[in-house]
């Protein structure tokens, strides 16, 4: 069984960052598309970033250039690298890993429980 355990999330001030980690056991994540999505108040579940099995990565436009998604094959951690945080960016973050390819929700078959990142204006 997959499961996937997210940590790093937190409340921080506009223009701060934040190191959001994803820890993966039952499965490789190199064998996966991991991706990140985020849900806030209200709003539907969006992608945010993915990291390809090939390492290629791909970026929601509204986190293009602030936001960095690797991969830790060792630790078989994923990670999200936020910076420039805006108050819109405050959400539910989610770990996912995809058989197939990622980007849409439809594609994940497993979740994290997700960690709330909160970015105070």
């Known amino acids: 069984q997959v499961q996937l355990v997210e940590s790093g999330g937190g409340l921080v001030q506009a223009g701060g960052s934040l190191r959001l980690s994803c820890v993966v056991s039952?499965?490789?994540?190199?064998?996966?598309?991991m991706d990140w999505f985020r849900q806030a108040p209200g709003k539907e579940r969006e992608f945010v970033a993915v990291i390809s099995r090939s390492g290629n990565t791909y970026y929601v436009g509204s986190v293009k250039g602030r936001f960095t998604i690797s991969r830790d094959s060792a630790k078989n951690t994923v990670y999200l690298q936020m910076t420039s945080l805006k108050p819109e960016d405050t959400a539910v973050y989610y770990c996912?890993?995809?058989?197939?390819?990622?980007?849409?929700?439809?594609?994940?078959?497993?979740w994290g429980k997700g960690t709330l990142v909160t970015v105070s204006s």
């Open positions: 996912a890993a995809a058989t197939g390819v990622g980007v849409s929700a439809k594609n994940i078959d497993y």
């Open positions: 039952g499965g490789t994540i190199s064998t996966y598309a």
